[in-house]
């Protein structure tokens, strides 16, 4: 069996373990698959490729196939209460959780407004339902105490800045360029990176020197990995974006990309056609063409390159299995540059 379909099983069976009850808890249930379905299971990924580089030649345990299903779900939770925050209803090119649920509402004879309603009522629970999931799975995994606590630690450290990166998104704090790249860093490095990557070398019981440099590593690949969201958000097409091209651009989002527009001489004019960005496409196209003027998306790729290679330099500390899997991983993120 393959990893991924490893991963799908545990996945299945840790929401089939919630005692969900009647046709409200099916219908629960079964968005909860739906949001934890498709993707390339990155998340688990860097568990199980972490224990393995530094757990060589010990016994797989059958706790890390639910603790790497355990990243995947709070991804999932994350997506649908960020859909929720930013009012999209399409993720990956098809209906979410929030759309699905209004959709369904509107068909049996709701109103607009009251199917909006009802699609971020059950998004909202969904999303609860599938962070309980993911920490209860996490927090008991079958392991010895000293190797509990530390998963403990950084799936608290994942909640906890990431809640506070997407408050700073939400608010637009991100206003010049370090607090935009702090943003960056709290929205996605801890809980994408820095968490999964720690706790497979947990369960792996790496050492604390070791486990130290891999959070230096996993920070700069997980800067790097939103520098290309924020890319993909401004400048990536429909297939790439998983929604329409030019999404960020349109709900005014002050990503490292605009704060580095910010710095530039041609700033007023990126701010007037920022400012319009909303109207429609045209104004989206026009807000595309001043980023670039301005030399912000060029720069941008330069720091996310910048990133990786200090990823690249660091993991060498570290065994080979990490060294491959950062340099697979930084050419995945270099190919999704648009």
Request: proline residues 4%.
């Amino acid at each position: 069996m393959s990893d991924h379909d490893r991963v799908d099983e545990e996945i299945s069976r840790i929401i089939d373990e919630l005692p969900l009850p009647g046709a409200s808890g099916h219908a629960l249930r079964e968005q909860m698959r739906a949001a934890t379905t498709g993707g390339k299971r990155f998340r688990p990924r860097l568990v199980l490729e972490s224990f393995r580089a530094f757990a060589t030649s010990s016994p797989v345990p059958d706790s890390l196939w639910r603790v790497a299903a355990g990243y995947e779900i709070l991804h999932a939770a994350f997506v649908v209460h960020d859909d929720i925050i930013d009012q999209d209803t399409h993720r990956r090119g098809r209906l979410n959780v929030r759309g699905d649920l209004a959709r369904q509402a509107q068909t049996a004879g709701e109103d607009e407004a009251a199917s909006t309603r009802i699609g971020d009522a059950g998004a909202l629970l969904v999303g609860d339902l599938l962070l309980y999931a993911a920490s209860r799975t996490i927090l008991t995994a079958d392991a010895e105490a000293p190797v509990r606590a530390r998963l403990a630690a950084h799936l608290d450290a994942a909640l906890a800045v990431s809640a506070a990166g997407e408050w700073e998104d939400a608010t637009r704090a991100g206003a010049d360029r370090d607090a935009a790249l702090g943003m960056t860093a709290n929205k996605t490095a801890v809980y994408s990176f820095t968490a999964p990557l720690c706790a497979g070398a947990a369960l792996a019981s790496a050492d604390e020197d070791a486990e130290q440099t891999l959070r230096a590593v996993a920070h700069e690949l997980g800067v790097a990995f939103q520098l290309a969201d924020d890319l993909i958000g401004a400048f990536g097409t429909d297939a790439q974006a998983g929604r329409e091209s030019g999404a960020d651009l349109r709900e005014g989002k002050r990503t490292p990309l605009v704060a580095l527009a910010q710095e530039s001489a041609e700033w007023p004019d990126v701010e007037g056609a920022l400012a319009l960005a909303n109207t429609g496409p045209v104004a989206v196209r026009r807000a595309q063409r001043m980023l670039e003027r301005s030399g912000a998306r060029d720069r941008t790729v330069v720091l996310l390159r910048g990133h990786l290679e200090r990823a690249r330099s660091q993991a060498a500390e570290l065994p080979v299995g990490i060294v491959m899997l950062v340099e697979d991983v930084a050419s995945e993120i270099e190919g999704r540059v648009p």
